[in-house]
C-alpha cells in the first residue's frame, strides 16, 4: 500500500524560510511531487524528485531521501501570496498519482 | 509547463440531473487522464482513470454507472455525473498525463466546482 503524511497546517512570517516535510511508505516509488493549491484552484506542479538530493527552482525547492522515505518543500523569502496548500504527491505500483492531505499554509505579515 | 482545460468551470444544477465535464490537454497528446474530486478543506481524492481508447478504470467505493467516463480521444475525456444528487457538489478536477508514463509529469485543470440543489 501506500501512505503520506504531512502536518496539516503551518504559519510562517513574511521573508521568513518555512520547511515543509512529507514522509510517505509505498511499495513502489517512481518519484514524488509537490504542488501548490490555492483556495477553489486546481493543483500547480511545483517540483518533480526522482533522485536523492536537494533540487533548487528559485525560492522554491525540494529535497528527496528514498532510504528515509522522505522529502521536504523548502519556501525562502515567503510572500503573502504563498499562502496556499502544499501537496506532497507520489505514484503508487498502478501508476497513479496519490495525494497526502495537503498542508496548510498561512503567511503572516 | 502543458496546458490543460477544463469546462464548464462552475455548474448549478437541479437534483436528479446529469452534468457532463470536459477535459482537454491543449499542447500535447494524454495517454492517460485521471478525475479526481475534493471536497472542502480535504486534500484530492482519485476517482479514476482512463487511457485513450479503453474503458475507465474506477476507485474502490465509485460507482462507475453514475461516474460515466469517456476518453474519446488523446486530448479529450469527460465526466458525466449522472442523476446528479447534493452530496455529489463537489471540485472536480483532471488531470493528464503524456506518453512518458510514471516518469511524465501530471498537469492538472482548473476544476469545476458542480452544486447541486
Known amino acids: 500500500g501506500q501512505n503520506i503524511d504531512q502536518p496539516t497546517e503551518m504559519t510562517a512570517t513574511e521573508g521568513a524560510i518555512v520547511q515543509i516535510n512529507c514522509t510517505y511508505q509505498t511499495s513502489g516509488f517512481n518519484g514524488l511531487f509537490w504542488y501548490q493549491q490555492h483556495a477553489g484552484e486546481a493543483p500547480t506542479f511545483l517540483s518533480y524528485?526522482?533522485?536523492?538530493g536537494l533540487e533548487e527552482k528559485g525560492r522554491f525547492s525540494s529535497f528527496l531521501s528514498r532510504s528515509k522515505g522522505y522529502s521536504y518543500l523548502l519556501l525562502k523569502e515567503l510572500q503573502m501570496k504563498d499562502s496556499a496548500s502544499y501537496l506532497c504527491?507520489?505514484?503508487?505500483?498502478?501508476?497513479?498519482?496519490?495525494f497526502g492531505q495537503g498542508t496548510e499554509l498561512s503567511v503572516k505579515p | 509547463g502543458a496546458v490543460v482545460s477544463q469546462h464548464p468551470s462552475r455548474v448549478i444544477c437541479k437534483s436528479g440531473t446529469s452534468v457532463k465535464i470536459e477535459c482537454r490537454s491543449l499542447?500535447?497528446?494524454?495517454?492517460?487522464m485521471f478525475w479526481y474530486r475534493q471536497f472542502p478543506k480535504q486534500s484530492l481524492m482519485l476517482m479514476a482513470t482512463s487511457n485513450e481508447g479503453s474503458k475507465a478504470t474506477y476507485e474502490q467505493g465509485v460507482e462507475k454507472d453514475k461516474f460515466l467516463i469517456n476518453h474519446a480521444s488523446l486530448t479529450l475525456s469527460t465526466l458525466t455525473v449522472t442523476s446528479a444528487h447534493p452530496e455529489d457538489s463537489s471540485f472536480y478536477i483532471c488531470?493528464?498525463?503524456?506518453?512518458?508514463?510514471?516518469?511524465?509529469?501530471?498537469?492538472f485543470g482548473p476544476g469545476t466546482r458542480l452544486t447541486v440543489l
Open positions: 488531470s493528464a498525463r503524456g506518453r512518458g508514463g510514471v516518469t511524465d509529469t501530471q498537469y
Open positions: 504527491a507520489g505514484y503508487n505500483q498502478g501508476g497513479k498519482l496519490i
Open positions: 524528485n526522482v533522485l536523492d
Open positions: 499542447d500535447f497528446q494524454a495517454t492517460t
